[in-house]
């Protein structure tokens, strides 16, 4: 099968493209390895969305909620499945890409359905594969343990639990916060010496403030975790001491990485630590003529994330103008203060 265009990615901007290029009657082939919108699908249930609803709706198609607040995680992959219906998008979810190669003019692409490997080809090709591809690991004894995870998910599997949160930005927290309440016996390991408000929803800052203050909720600020063990953990201090805690589940909050080896297969040049893409900001193609990267794939692992849904619906016009052969749109006012 060929395309002029390979969209590989299906969240919030891989979808918006495909709407775009849709409307425009530009052939495409989009595929996921996974379901639409799989990053957010790991998220906690009802998890809400820091961006307000407006800044997360994609390809003109208002999201409103009930009660008019945050979008929730099932609101949104509702919001995502009305889109691909309302659009009658086509995509290969559940269908990987695993060969990216270049014959003549042409991408060639290998996927995996099942136990088939499929074959396509396509002129161009947009790298939509996200930031949060997989969890940073602890390289600490036990960090493999069946009670360690490194998604939250229902905080009703730890009533009554000694429950050891390590991490301090907004996933962290709000997992320790819905744990408490959900009856857990809650402590948290952070490595720096307070949180960051800027990294936390505003709704849940003041609270966790009061639980720490009232000895509700115990934080360890400036620590590591040494090792891991069944029942427990111990730490290590700002003095060096060791402090060992009660746990009979850990969840590890520390940050998720993006995966670029497709952007490395199609030869794509990859910069710093987080290994984000090189390319051009007006028409988000990379130093590999007909590659092009949108949505947080463009930073690859943000140590500081500055890139979210909010700030990428740029990439879809940009990209789309540079298809046909038109001028960039303008840039967008930069957002005084993203939400996310």
């Known amino acids: ?76 992959l509702a919001y995502l499945r009305a889109i691909v219906q309302q659009f009658d998008l086509k995509v290969n979810t559940y269908e990987p890409v695993i060969n990216i190669a270049r014959d003549g003019k042409e991408f060639l692409l290998t996927t995996r359905r099942g136990d088939r490997e499929l074959k396509y080809r396509a002129g161009k090709l947009v790298l939509a594969t996200g930031g949060t591809e997989r969890p940073r690991k602890l390289d600490v004894p036990g960090a493999d343990l069946p009670q360690v995870s490194h998604y939250f998910q229902d905080p009703h599997q730890y009533f009554q639990q000694d429950l050891l949160v390590v991490g301090g930005r907004n996933s962290a927290v709000e997992a320790a916060l819905r744990c408490h309440h959900a009856g857990a016996r809650v402590m948290m390991s952070y490595r720096k010496p307070q949180f960051n408000a800027a990294s936390i929803k505003y709704w849940l800052w003041p609270e966790m403030n009061g639980l720490i203050q009232s000895g509700k909720l115990r934080a360890h600020f400036s620590s590591t975790v040494k090792k891991i063990s069944p029942g427990g953990a111990v730490l290590i201090g700002a003095d060096g001491r060791e402090i060992e805690v009660a746990a009979d589940f850990v969840l590890l909050l520390i940050g998720y990485e993006a995966d670029m080896s497709l952007a490395k297969m199609a030869g794509v040049e990859l910069k710093d630590a987080g290994q984000s893409p090189v390319f051009d900001e007006v028409t988000m193609q990379t130093n590999v003529p007909g590659v092009y990267v949108a949505g947080t794939a463009v930073a690859g692992t943000q140590s500081k994330y500055q890139v979210f849904i909010e700030n990428c619906h740029v990439h879809t016009e940009r990209i789309l103008a540079s298809l046909m052969g038109k001028a960039p749109p303008s840039a967008p006012a930069p957002l005084e203060r993203p939400e996310s």
Request: glycine residues 8%; negative net charge.
């Open 1 to 76: 099968m060929t395309a002029d265009v390979a969209i590989i990615g299906a969240g919030p901007i891989g979808i918006e493209l495909a709407v775009a290029l849709k409307k425009e009657g530009i052939s495409y082939l989009h595929f996921d390895a996974r379901q639409i919108g799989y990053t957010i699908s790991w998220f906690a249930p009802q998890t809400r969305f820091f961006s307000s609803n407006e800044r997360i709706a994609i390809a003109g198609i208002p999201l409103f909620t009930p009660d008019q607040t945050k979008c929730t995680r099932e609101e949104y």
